[in-house]
């Protein structure tokens, strides 16, 4: 089954503590993208990635790293997370750049 | 920043209603999608629209964009339970990976 599977799908953590969201997709699409969602506004990008070792900052990148070493993974990593970045977390990977996306259930993350 | 702006932001219809959601924009775009959220989950395509074109229909989902407005809608024919559920317009420009959503509309059907 076409996928994209994001671990894990909630944590509670603390101010600090570094952490890291994985996210595989198995279609062999090339894009792959991380949004934070906020109620009020909507989903935002927080960094994107083109092919492997190919990525690029979105709208809201401050506070986050990715890698993509791999072309099914692209984790995204929070270094020192820090409760402004408590929020629903989603993977997105696709294609084509003119393809529709294919998302992953989302990581709820709380930064205590 | 947000390219799309839904309207309205919630929707309450009965059962069987066709329901109408629109959605702006402000640049000019390669493709507009349509997506579906229940409650908490991913989000799922439901459909894309080319800029060159002007009236697309998936089963009981018909889409229209004026690209001259600057906007779409979504209608859903005679609309079920299960879609309950949020939908966001996302644009992609041309040469341009970011697809830029809107805040959405949540849309309840009254059983």
């Known amino acids: 089954e076409a996928q994209v599977t994001q671990n894990p799908r909630y944590l509670i953590t603390v101010t600090g503590k570094k952490l890291t969201v994985t996210c595989s997709q198995n279609m062999n699409h090339e894009y792959m993208s991380w949004y934070r969602q906020d109620p009020g506004l909507g989903l935002r990008q927080i960094y994107y990635s083109m092919n492997v070792e190919v990525t690029d900052k979105g709208d809201v990148p401050e506070g986050y790293k990715v890698s993509r070493k791999e072309k099914r993974n692209f984790p995204l990593i929070l270094e020192s997370p820090s409760p402004n970045q408590t929020s629903l977390y989603f993977c997105?990977?696709?294609?084509?750049?003119?393809?529709?996306?294919?998302f992953g259930d989302g990581t709820r993350l709380s930064i205590l | 920043s947000q390219q799309g702006e839904e309207d309205p932001q919630a929707l309450s219809i009965q059962e069987g209603e066709n329901a109408t959601m629109n959605c702006s924009y402000k640049t000019s775009i390669n493709n507009l999608q349509w997506y579906r959220q229940n409650s908490g989950r991913g989000l799922v395509h439901l459909i894309l629209?080319?800029?060159?074109?002007r009236e697309k229909h998936s089963g009981r989902l018909r889409v229209t964009l004026d690209t001259s407005k600057k906007s779409s809608s979504l209608l859903i024919t005679a609309s079920r339970a299960a879609d309950t559920a949020s939908y966001f317009c996302?644009?992609?420009?041309?040469?341009?990976?970011?697809?830029?959503f809107g805040t959405g509309t949540r849309l309840t059907i009254i059983p």
């Open positions: 996302a644009t992609l420009g041309f040469g341009n990976e970011k697809l830029t």
């Open positions: 997105a990977s696709r294609s084509k750049l003119y393809q529709p996306q294919h």
């Open positions: 629209i080319r800029s060159n074109e």
